[in-house]
């Protein structure tokens, strides 16, 4: 059974920062390539950020340059550090997982699901 769980959400203003995290109960951790996504109400969940277990990473041009994803494959854990936030960054955050050394930001390739830590940025 594959459990990720995120932690580090929270309330912050514009231009503040936050990291978020990710623990993996997977035996193969660093056999999966690992991403985060964002989706707010009413919108489609997008790939904000991914670590391929080849170490490769891609960014949504939106992030790139303010957020930075990265893996400790000895704790099983994934994070994203997310600094100069923004109030459009404000959604609800998923860690996600997939089988495979390629870091991938479609919704269609993920193995599987966190439940989520929600992000508020005002302004």
């Known amino acids: 059974q594959v459990q990720l769980v995120e932690s580090g959400g929270g309330s912050v203003q514009a231009g503040g920062s936050l990291r978020l995290s990710c623990a993996a109960s997977?035996?193969?951790?660093?056999?999966?390539?690992m991403a985060w996504f964002r989706q707010g109400p009413g919108k489609e969940r997008e790939g904000v950020a991914c670590?391929?277990?080849?170490?490769?990473?891609s960014y949504a041009d939106s992030v790139k340059g303010r957020f930075t994803i990265s893996r400790d494959n000895a704790k099983n854990t994934l994070y994203l550090q997310m600094n100069s936030l923004k109030p459009e960054d404000t959604d609800m955050y998923y860690c996600a997982a997939r089988f495979g050394p390629s870091c991938c930001l479609g919704v269609a390739w993920i193995n599987y699901w966190g439940q989520g830590t929600q992000v508020t940025v005002s302004s």
């Open positions: 670590m391929g277990s080849d170490g490769r990473t």
């Open positions: 997977i035996d193969t951790y660093n056999h999966y390539s």
